[in-house]
C-alpha cells in the first residue's frame, strides 16, 4: 500500500514569504506528526494529532508555525514570515491505531529560505 | 520534561568491526523503538522492545531495553557498508499504565564504515 507521502519535495522560497507543507498520512492512521531536522541533525518535535483530539502543539517554535490537520487525515505545515533559521527538511509521519505507536515517515520536504 | 540521550554521537568503524550505540532516558519508557536514516533518506522503523530487559535479533542487529525500562542499545555485528547512517532510539513516557503517541527521539549516533 501506499505510504506516507509529502509535497513538495523541495522548496525554495524568499525570507519573508509564507510556505505551506502537506502531508498525506497512511489511510487509516489516526496519528499524525511533524518533525523538522536540520542538516545532521536529530529530529524536532513540532506538533502531534492524534483523532479528534486537540493537537499537542507544545514543539511549535514560534507563533509564525501552525499547522491544521482536515477531516482526520491531511495535514498541511504553515510558516509564516520564513525566516532563514527555518530552513531545513521537515519531516511527516503516522501511526496506526492499533500498536506500538511506530511511526512511518515521508520523504521530507526541503525548505529553503534565502 | 522528557530527554533522550544517545552516545556516541559519531563512530567511524572500519567494515568488519561491531559497532554499538547507547541510549538513555531521563524517564521510564513503556516502550523502545529504532530507527535507521540513511544519508539523505527518511527514518525508517527498524524495530520495538516492550518487556524489561528484552533482546531481539535481526540478523547482525541485536537489540537490548534495560531492567528499568530507561536504557537500550544496538549492536551491530561485522559492520557492512550498507549499516551507514543515522540510528535513532525513540520512546513514549509511560505514565501510570497509558502510553502516549508521542515520541522522544534521541539525537541519534551517525555511523560511517570504512571499506
Known amino acids: 500500500g501506499a505510504g506516507v507521502s509529502q509535497s513538495p519535495s523541495n522548496k525554495v522560497t524568499e525570507k519573508g514569504k509564507d510556505v505551506e507543507l502537506r502531508c498525506d498520512p497512511i489511510s487509516g492512521h489516526t496519528a499524525l506528526y511533524w518533525y523538522r531536522q536540520s542538516l545532521g541533525q536529530g529530529l524536532e518535535f513540532l506538533i502531534y494529532f492524534q483523532g479528534n483530539s486537540a493537537p499537542d502543539k507544545s514543539g511549535l517554535p514560534s507563533d509564525r508555525f501552525s499547522a491544521e490537520r482536515t477531516g482526520g487525515s491531511v495535514s498541511t505545515l504553515t510558516i509564516q514570515r520564513t525566516q532563514q533559521e527555518d530552513s531545513a527538511v521537515y519531516l511527516c509521519?503516522?501511526?496506526?491505531?492499533?500498536?506500538?505507536?511506530?511511526?512511518?515517515f515521508g520523504p521530507g520536504t526541503r525548505l529553503t529560505v534565502t | 520534561g522528557q530527554q533522550v540521550m544517545q552516545i556516541p554521537q559519531y563512530q567511524h568503524v572500519q567494515e568488519g568491526e561491531d559497532f554499538t550505540t547507547y541510549c538513555n532516558s531521563s524517564t521510564t519508557l513503556s516502550n523502545i523503538q529504532w530507527y535507521k536514516q540513511r544519508p539523505g533518506g527518511h527514518p525508517v522503523f527498524l524495530i520495538q522492545l516492550v518487556k524489561s530487559g528484552e533482546v531481539k535479533k535481526q540478523k547482525r542487529l541485536t537489540f537490548q531495553f534495560g531492567e528499568a525500562k530507561k536504557n537500550s542499545s544496538l549492536h551491530i555485528t561485522a559492520t557492512q557498508t550498507t549499516d551507514v547512517g543515522t540510528y535513532f532510539c525513540?520512546?513514549?513516557?509511560?505514565?501510570?499504565?497509558?502510553?502516549?503517541?508521542?515520541?522522544?527521539f534521541g539525537q541519534g549516533t551517525i555511523l560511517t564504515v570504512h571499506p
Open positions: 525513540a520512546g513514549p513516557p509511560w505514565a501510570g499504565g497509558t502510553s502516549y503517541g508521542k515520541l522522544t
Open positions: 509521519a503516522s501511526t496506526s491505531p492499533t500498536g506500538g505507536y511506530e511511526q512511518y
